[in-house]
C-alpha cells in the first residue's frame, strides 16, 4: 500500500534503570523501568494496548523530545499537562534518518482547546482592525498605511477562515476534528496522534485512513496511538502492542481488543447476558 520516501524517526530508545525502581510518575510505568529499544519499520507505527500502558504517556514524551507544535491551547512546551513527562522526554534517544519539526502532537482531549486558541486569534485579529480603524483620520497618507495594515490583517483571517471555516462550532464533533486533520496534515513532517478516532463515526474513520495514506506518499511519518480496531486495520502498518513489557511488534489479528471484539460480534447475547 505504502510508496514514501524513507522514515524521519527509525527508533526510541531510553536505557533500563540499574538503580532502585522510581515510584514517581510517568518512571513508576513498566515499560519505562525495563527500558525501551522500539524499532519502527513503517511509515504508520500504531501504538496498541490497554488504558494505563503507556502509549499516551510515550507520545507525550515523543512530541516534547521531538519539539513538535502542538495542536491544542498550548504548545508543547508551555502546556501544564506535559510537565510530568518532561524529565522522560529529555531521556529519550531518539533515532533519525532526517530530522524534522514539521508536523504536529495532537490528543483528542485537547481539540476543544484548539479551537477555542484559533478563536482568539480570530478575535485578536478583528481586534486590532477596529484599533486600526479608529485612528483613520484626514492625514491621506498616514489612513493608506492604515488601510494596508488591515488590508493584512484581513487576509489572516481569511487564511483562518479558509483553512479551518469561518464557524468551526457549526461543525459536528466528528466533522470538525476531520476538518483539522485535513487543514493541518499539509507539508511532509512527522505527526503524532493520540486516539484521533475519539470522535469519528466508522466512516469518517475510513476517511481519517485515506488522509492518512495520501499524506504517507507525500512524504508523511505518523505514529497513533488508537483502541479502533478499524483504524489499526490500516495495511502494511506496523503496529506495537504495549499489552507486554516491553512493546513488541504484533499481528492485528493477534490484539486482544481485536479478538474481544470479534467474540462479541459472533456471540453478543453472550457477552449482554452478563451486564
Avoid at 503507556?54 to 521531538?66: D, F, I, V, W, Y
Avoid at 475510513?206 to 490500516?234: C, N, W, Y
Wanted: proline share 7%; net charge negative.
Amino acid at each position: 500500500m505504502f510508496d514514501s520516501p524513507p522514515l524521519w524517526l527509525r527508533s526510541i530508545e531510553l536505557e533500563q534503570s540499574l538503580g532502585a525502581p522510581r515510584k514517581d510518575f510517568p518512571f513508576n510505568l513498566p515499560l519505562v523501568q525495563v527500558g525501551l529499544n522500539l524499532q519502527l519499520e513503517a511509515p504508520v507505527t500504531f501504538f496498541a494496548g490497554e488504558n494505563g500502558a503507556g502509549k499516551s504517556t510515550l507520545l507525550e514524551a515523543l512530541a516534547l523530545s521531538c519539539e513538535l507544535p502542538t495542536m491544542g491551547s498550548h504548545d508543547a512546551e508551555h502546556d501544564p499537562t506535559l510537565e510530568g513527562v518532561g524529565q522522560l522526554a529529555r531521556s529519550l534517544q531518539l533515532g533519525w534518518r532526517r530530522r524534522t519539526r514539521q508536523g504536529f502532537f495532537f490528543r483528542a482531549e485537547d481539540f476543544f482547546g484548539f479551537q477555542e486558541r484559533i478563536a482568539q486569534m480570530k478575535r485578536e485579529l478583528l481586534a486590532q482592525i477596529a484599533s486600526y480603524e479608529s485612528e483613520l483620520g484626514d492625514n491621506r497618507e498616514a489612513n493608506h498605511a492604515i488601510q494596508r495594515a488591515i488590508g493584512f490583517i484581513r487576509g489572516q483571517i481569511h487564511a483562518l477562515d479558509a483553512r479551518y471555516g469561518e464557524d468551526p462550532d457549526a461543525r459536528s464533533h466528528g466533522e470538525a476534528f476531520l476538518n483539522a486533520f485535513r487543514a493541518r496534515i499539509a507539508a511532509p513532517g512527522l505527526y503524532l496522534l493520540d486516539e484521533p478516532e475519539a470522535a469519528l463515526s466508522p466512516l469518517r474513520q475510513m476517511a481519517f485512513l485515506k488522509l492518512v495514506k495520501d499524506a504517507v506518499e507525500a512524504g508523511s511519518q505518523f505514529i497513533i496511538a488508537t483502541h479502533s480496531p478499524l483504524v489499526l486495520r490500516m495495511p502494511d502498518a506496523q503496529i506495537l502492542d504495549f499489552e507486554g513489557v516491553p512493546p513488541c511488534p504484533c499481528e492485528w489479528e493477534d490484539l486482544a481488543s481485536v479478538r474481544l471484539w470479534h467474540a462479541f460480534w459472533s456471540s453478543p447475547e453472550s457477552f449482554l447476558r452478563r451486564l
